[in-house]
């Protein structure tokens, strides 16, 4: 059984950083996409950063572009969302998830991710 497991979430103030991970178990992450997506409350989740199989392919939004950062650790079979200068409309649930049909392909459609995790809460207030 596939399990995505989110953590590293938490209240932060604006301009700091934080990393979130995601143990990912009973799949290796070098066989599918991985993905970050987030949920602010009464939007829609929204596509972050994913990686591809190889590692070789990243793209993250163009509203997180140049501050936020994926990438993934093999060994740990762990992908990381490295995340600078929050701000407060960084604010959302965080998801990580794999996307079982592409392996270089990135897509940015959370409908094409099939596999989730819970989810991990980052707040960025002052």
């Known amino acids: 059984q596939v399990q995505l497991v989110e953590s590293g979430g938490g209240l932060v103030r604006p301009g700091d950083p934080l990393r979130l991970s995601c143990a990912v178990t009973?799949?290796?992450?070098?066989?599918?996409?991985v993905g970050w997506f987030r949920q602010a409350p009464g939007k829609d989740r929204e596509f972050v950063c994913a990686?591809?199989?190889?590692?070789?392919?990243?793209r993250c939004a163009d509203s997180v572009m140049g501050r936020f950062a994926i990438s993934g650790d093999t060994a740990r079979n762990t992908i990381f969302l490295r995340m600078n200068i929050l701000k407060p409309e960084d604010t959302a649930v965080y998801f990580c998830?794999?996307?079982?049909?592409?392996?270089?392909?990135?897509?940015?459609?959370?409908?094409?991710?099939?596999?989730w995790g819970q989810g991990t809460q980052v707040t960025v207030s002052s």
């Open positions: 990686i591809s199989a190889s590692g070789s392919r990243t």
């Open positions: 009973g799949r290796t992450i070098t066989s599918s996409v």
């Open positions: 998830a794999v996307d079982t049909g592409n392996t270089e392909m990135i897509v940015t459609a959370s409908t094409l991710y099939d596999l």
